[in-house]
């Protein structure tokens, strides 16, 4: 939904205003929004055994885990 967001705001006003820079401006800012909200939950903490619930690494994909790899705590 963010990208489709960002496109039609660049196509409806900015496109024409900035050009360019019009519709790489709103993509830049939804990828950096989704950069950051990925790096931030990857920084959660489990409530029980309070390391980090998932791996850092690979990015983003650790997200995926039901559990926390160390207590093995339910993500729900």
Known sequence: M??????GLAEAWLIE???MP???????GWV???AWTGHRLQ???????EKRFFHRSPPLLPL???RCVHCMQSKD
């Open 43 to 49: 920084a959660f903490r489990c409530p029980r055994c």
């Open 32 to 34: 950096l929004a989704v």
């Open 64 to 66: 995926r885990a039901e």
């Open 2 to 7: 963010g990208p489709v967001v960002a496109l």
């Open 17 to 19: 205003r900035w050009g």
């Open 22 to 28: 019009g519709l790489v401006a709103p993509l830049l």
